[in-house]
């Protein structure tokens, strides 16, 4: 799939595990865990899906897949079966997100920096979030509007060990963005966003949580942890 050039659908798809399914015995808990990697393997030949755990570190899901498709009907059927199989029968939806991956209004040519998320090997973690802007920041002059965005990508581009990727959302979702941040070095991040906090955009910020920070981890180690393998 060349996800720059086909405008692939994104999917984040965070899951919330029953706690119940704890304390099935061994034996089920691990069926479940085969049953729905086995499911997890069969998207793969339709869908791209890296995967990531968010165990014990939010309240309201414990796994976060970050998926790429072709077309809405392929990630829906693909979702339907990871949830009816095995471990996906315990699992409730917590946050999902749709996005479409388009050419930038700002930005002529994508560096390394904003293609790394489709590109190579994956970073240790992933922060994703949906983006919603004011109304005032549509009607402001285009003009103002580029200057704002100039400021926003020159502060971005100063973190180069932090990837970025935005996905449009208007018109499929609640969100009008999805943003998504791929890093190995947390801390640096966290500069990132004090940085941009003080930036004139921020004005036009309406809401940008829940903010979901995934560890990137295989789909049979996440299940490990879990206690499904």
């Given at each position: 799939m060349d996800a720059l050039n086909g405008h692939p659908y994104v999917h984040v798809l965070a899951l919330k595990l029953d706690a119940a399914w704890r304390r099935r015995s061994d034996v089920e808990r691990v069926a479940d865990g085969v049953a729905f990697l086995e499911a997890h393997g069969r998207a793969g030949s339709r869908v791209v899906t890296y995967t990531y755990s968010m165990i014990g570190t939010r309240t309201d899901a414990e796994l976060l897949l970050w998926r790429l498709g072709g077309s809405m009907e392929e990630l829906e059927e693909t979702a339907g079966d990871l949830l009816r199989t095995g471990l996906g029968r315990w699992c409730a939806v917590?946050?999902?997100?749709?996005?479409?991956?388009?050419?930038?209004?700002?930005?002529?040519?994508?560096?390394?920096?904003?293609?790394?998320?489709?590109?190579?090997?994956?970073?240790?973690?992933?922060?994703?979030?949906?983006?919603?802007?004011?109304?005032?920041?549509?009607?402001?002059?285009?003009?103002?509007?580029?200057?704002?965005?100039?400021?926003?990508?020159?502060?971005?581009?100063?973190?180069?060990?932090?990837?970025?990727?935005?996905?449009?959302?208007?018109?499929?979702?609640?969100?009008?963005?999805?943003?998504?941040?791929?890093?190995?070095?947390?801390?640096?991040?966290?500069?990132?966003?004090?940085?941009?906090?003080?930036?004139?955009?921020?004005?036009?910020?309406?809401?940008?949580?829940?903010?979901?920070?995934?560890?990137?981890r295989p789909m049979d180690e996440i299940l490990r942890l879990l206690g499904g393998a």
């Open positions: 917590a946050h999902s997100m749709i996005g479409l991956v388009r050419p930038s209004s700002y930005v002529k040519e994508r560096t390394p920096q904003e293609e790394a998320m489709f590109t190579g090997q994956r970073s240790r973690y992933l922060i994703v979030y949906p983006f919603v802007k004011s109304t005032e920041w549509y009607l402001l002059p285009d003009d103002d509007r580029r200057r704002q965005m100039t400021e926003h990508i020159r502060i971005g581009r100063r973190y180069p060990m932090v990837q970025q990727l935005l996905a449009y959302s208007f018109g499929l979702d609640d969100q009008e963005f999805i943003v998504a941040y791929e890093t190995d070095d947390l801390p640096a991040f966290q500069d990132l966003v004090r940085e941009l906090r003080s930036s004139e955009g921020r004005r036009a910020t309406v809401r940008d949580v829940p903010q979901l920070v995934g560890i990137h």
